[in-house]
């Protein structure tokens, strides 16, 4: 476990290490780690929605029901906000989900956090971040799940592919949610490069928001998915071997074009 943990560590500088786990450990159904975008290429009001989405979706009765029917009848999840880094501030470390008011506590706590943009956008660092939080914590979860939410490809940090694959060699799963509110520069579409280039493990799948009024409902789905352990039936699936790839380094190519203009 030691060698997994340092493994997941090594693959970004910036991955902040997890608090201590406050709660006892034990037996869940799935730990699950929040890693959601914060990045400067959303505005306010687009992360404010983003945010109440998250909140809504905590407290919604289809979240609890879904934990409240696992074998166990419990989750474990955590949460933080990153951009071109993790911001360390804005992690609310492993909480135990069995129950309503479990749910309604740990939404307040987002609720109350500022709501604030930082610049770049490194998917890699989040999936570090969240990789590390789970290979270190006190849980023995059925299923370990990052659940990523991105507006833009990866530019910053290392390259998203290398961090994946750790992850994957760990036995978690990497979800998707495709905020597609803008165009973002990835051939095919930014699903398909989440599809491609960001999810992994089996089940994993990519849900798109094409409309901020769309997002709550998206974010409550995926949440019961992640949860219940199931896979939507339309959802974006990896390449198949006679369709082209997406380019994984789009976003570092994108941003390296601003700088040879």
Not at 180 to 188: E, H, I, K, V
């Amino acid at each position: 476990m030691l060698t997994t943990l340092a493994m997941l560590m090594s693959l970004s500088a910036t991955a902040t290490a997890p608090m201590v786990a406050q709660q006892r450990g034990g037996e869940v159904d799935v730990e699950l780690v929040l890693a959601v975008d914060t990045s400067r290429s959303m505005d306010y009001e687009e992360v404010r929605v983003q945010r109440e989405g998250y909140v809504e979706a905590l407290k919604h009765k289809e979240f609890i029901d879904a934990v409240k029917t696992g074998l166990t009848g419990r989750i474990a999840i955590s949460y933080f906000e990153w951009a071109g880094d993790v911001v360390p501030d804005s992690i609310i470390d492993w909480t135990v989900i069995e129950n309503e008011q479990d749910a309604i506590n740990f939404a307040a706590k987002l609720e109350a956090r500022p709501i604030n943009t930082q610049r770049r956008t490194s998917i890699s660092a989040a999936i570090a971040q969240g990789a590390t939080m789970i290979v270190a914590n006190s849980y023995r979860g059925m299923r370990q799940v990052i659940d990523v939410s991105g507006d833009g490809p990866n530019n910053s940090g290392n390259p998203v592919v290398p961090a994946r694959n750790k992850a994957m060699e760990a036995g978690i799963v990497i979800n998707g949610l495709a905020i597609m509110l803008r165009p973002s520069g990835a051939a095919g579409g930014l699903d398909k490069y989440y599809g491609d280039c960001v999810i992994g493990g089996p089940g994993s799948f990519v849900l798109p928001v094409n409309k901020i009024e769309d997002f709550a409902v998206a974010v409550r789905r995926k949440l019961v998915l992640e949860i219940s352990g199931l896979t939507p039936r339309t959802t974006v699936q990896k390449a198949a071997a006679n369709q082209p790839s997406s380019d994984c380094l789009v976003g570092e190519k994108q941003w390296q074009d601003l700088f040879d203009r």
